[in-house]
């Protein structure tokens, strides 16, 4: 049996950095660890290939080679999942398709031979017996009742399916689930709120098998919520420490967790001790009104503000994301986001309008609110799917003009001075990488000489000669990213919100106001 795994290609987005990649000199950002996992499930006997649309174009004879078409991925990466569905069934190739994307929302995939719905762990096997027997595919199959997978589960991905060259970062996954109720989650839904994880030999056999291909440098902790389950993660750092020591600190890490990581002193250091430099919160909104609202309380329970300036200068750079549009927020939220985004040093602040999810608690309140009125496929910076309690026109032209501040080259770079103000000299230094060097060089031409935000590149090396030289290259790297943070958002993005907003009917559109029941 032959199976290819085509991964769609994302869409130009803030987290794709699409501008800055070329500094750097790779294809895009991460590998498609999900379809490497499922590539370690189907039978060793089984040829196997894979082909990334965001590293090269999926060929006819790529289709033709294949039995069988995998392919999956997030509802942004939608239509390029529908276009690998068509043309594979002008081959006359079956397609199966899995992922985030078919598990929340399977009914937008009805053009699939067969859509997989939930982890494969556990019961891919009916899947293998049916293309085994051949004819006609299941069209869905679903978890089974008992329950979630347990992580002992999991393989080793199929890293030797990549070539790493090509990606900025590589990635794995140490748990599943978040124990937290934020109604606007899918990760809840899909994963459950009994963080599992993986033992601790797991995650190191998945690293040496990753060092065995030859790889060194950033590895990304996909997990939605790395502390979950903060006892195992405990019991898991000094064992990653060790590896790391044993091994020459040949990777550096990064992931997602909650705010109520900034409590906990001693995992933090963990974490930095084992090489975890940066971190993304879902920090979303200083409204504590908002934040009780939608069920994210262990934010509203903190100063968001101490929380983050804590986490950096104990090591671990912050990464926020911001949320406008909630049902309690009035036009003066914009200016309140403003002010809370500035007085925080979080270079990397994406901000997004509110955005219904399907199977996610909030869609099924707005459905019973009968304000829903899209699906989640479609443009992220256009109109919300679904009818926001504020005036609309208000959201869209609030959010425009916030966008146009965050990134702004003024308060961008102003963000990054106050991050690396408060950087600490990291627990594991070394010498910068030849990549890294020329990396250097490119941004010396790119933004030093070329780019129209020169002067705010020399000024940035500056601060940090003075205040930070160990972060010099740090101060680099934040310039490379925010070339394409900024020129994204006014290329794209505040075109499309401008976009939106005129093709709102000319007369008021008013939400639903403040007096939504809840």
Not at 99 to 105: I, L, R, S, V
Not at 139 to 153: F, K
Not at 450 to 477: D, E, M
Not at 492 to 505: E, F, K, N
Request: charged share 20%; hydrophobic share 40%.
């Amino acid at each position: 049996m032959k199976i290819l795994l085509a991964y769609p290609q994302f869409p130009k987005t803030y987290w794709g950095f699409q501008d800055s990649i070329p500094y750097v000199a790779k294809k895009t950002s991460l590998p498609p660890l999900g379809l490497l996992t499922v590539a370690a499930l189907l039978p060793a006997h089984w040829d196997v290939r894979l082909v990334d649309l965001n590293v090269r174009q999926l060929r006819d004879s790529d289709i033709r080679w294949a039995d069988v078409i995998f392919a999956g991925g997030m509802l942004i990466q939608a239509p390029s999942l529908h276009e690998i569905v068509a043309r594979s069934h002008a081959l006359g190739r079956q397609v199966v398709v899995g992922g985030p994307a078919p598990t929340t929302d399977p009914d937008e995939f009805g053009d699939a031979d067969c859509c997989f719905i939930g982890e494969a762990e556990g019961k891919i096997g009916p899947l293998v017996s049916a293309l085994e027997r051949g004819g006609d595919l299941p069209r869905r199959l679903s978890a089974p009742s008992t329950g979630y997978p347990e992580m002992a589960q999991v393989p080793v991905p199929r890293f030797d399916l990549l070539d790493w060259r090509k990606y900025a970062s590589m990635s794995i996954q140490y748990s599943r689930g978040c124990p937290f109720s934020c109604e606007f989650c899918d990760i809840i839904e899909m994963f459950g709120r009994v963080p599992r994880v993986k033992a601790p030999g797991q995650i190191l056999a998945e690293l040496d098998a990753l060092r065995a291909t030859g790889y060194k440098g950033s590895v990304f902790f996909v997990d939605d919520n790395f502390i979950g389950n903060k006892k195992a993660v405990r019991e898991f750092l000094p064992e990653l420490l060790t590896w790391q020591i044993e091994h020459g600190y040949p990777f550096e890490f990064y992931t997602e967790a909650s705010v109520n990581l900034a409590d906990d002193d001693a995992l933090i250091q963990a974490m930095v001790q084992a090489h975890f430099t940066s971190v993304f919160l879902g920090i979303e909104t200083p409204s504590v009104e908002a934040l009780k609202l939608t069920g994210k309380r262990q934010n509203a329970a903190v100063d968001l503000v101490q929380a983050v300036d804590h986490l950096t200068r104990s090591g671990l750079e912050v990464m926020g994301g911001f949320i406008v549009g909630f049902d309690t927020d009035d036009p003066a939220i914009f200016e309140a986001q403003r002010r809370f985004i500035s007085s925080i040093p979080v270079p990397l602040a994406m901000v997004g309008l509110l955005m219904a999810l399907p199977g996610t608690a909030l869609w099924r309140r707005l459905e019973r609110e009968k304000r829903i009125r899209g699906t989640a496929s479609g443009d992220q910076f256009g109109r919300p799917n679904f009818v926001p309690a504020m005036d609309e026109r208000l959201l869209l032209e609030g959010y425009h003009e916030l966008l146009g501040d965050v990134y702004h080259p003024d308060s961008y770079y102003a963000r990054c001075e106050a991050f690396l103000s408060r950087w600490p000299r990291p627990a594991v230094e070394r010498l910068p990488s030849r990549e890294e060097l020329k990396a250097f060089a490119r941004a010396i031409v790119g933004i030093g000489i070329v780019s129209p935000r020169r002067w705010h590149f020399w000024k940035l090396l500056s601060h940090s000669t003075r205040k930070a030289p160990h972060a010099l290259s740090l101060a680099v790297t934040l310039a490379i990213f925010g070339e394409h943070l900024i020129r994204y958002t006014e290329r794209t993005v505040r075109p499309r919100v401008q976009a939106a907003i005129a093709s709102l009917p000319s007369a008021p559109t008013p939400g639903r106001g403040r007096a939504v029941a809840h």
